[in-house]
């Protein structure tokens, strides 16, 4: 399947692969539908607990951009999650602060992280007041 690469910066042919070869040592992902990106081994996870469950989530991130993706979600899920906020109300919110739609999995830089997670800390502070 051809990907967004963020490794490589391009679309990239990226390769089906399992749980087996990403995570070696987890035996509980082992049956998962991963994507991976051969030029670089950045890889990107599946939808695959849905009716077609080798969609990939997203482009693939590398592992700066997978973690600046969990620190967003550590911010922005108990929002919506406490019912603080809705979830579309505040993936609005966050679609308007950086101009295009917004969807954590599609986050394809630093500099993208940087600003959801601005934009996130600052609806969460509207939220509190
Ligand atoms: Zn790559």
């Avoid at 482009?59 to 406490?82: F, G, Q, S, V, Y």
Wanted: aromatic letters at 6%.
């Amino acid at each position: 399947m051809i990907l967004h690469c963020c490794g490589c910066n391009k679309l990239i042919q990226t390769r089906l692969t399992d749980g087996v070869e990403i995570y070696p040592h987890r035996k509980d992902l082992s049956e998962l539908p991963f994507w991976k990106c051969d030029k670089c081994n950045n890889f990107v996870g599946c939808h695959h607990k849905t009716d077609k469950p080798t969609t990939p989530l997203g482009c693939i991130p590398t592992k700066e951009i997978r973690e600046a993706r969990k620190h967003i979600h550590a911010l922005i899920d108990p929002m919506w999650k406490n019912k603080l906020i809705k979830r579309d109300v505040l993936y609005a919110k966050l679609s308007e602060a950086i101009g295009c739609t917004y969807h954590t999995a599609e986050i394809k830089s630093i500099e993208d992280a940087r600003k959801i997670y601005a934009a996130g800390l600052a609806i969460s502070k509207e939220l509190k007041k």
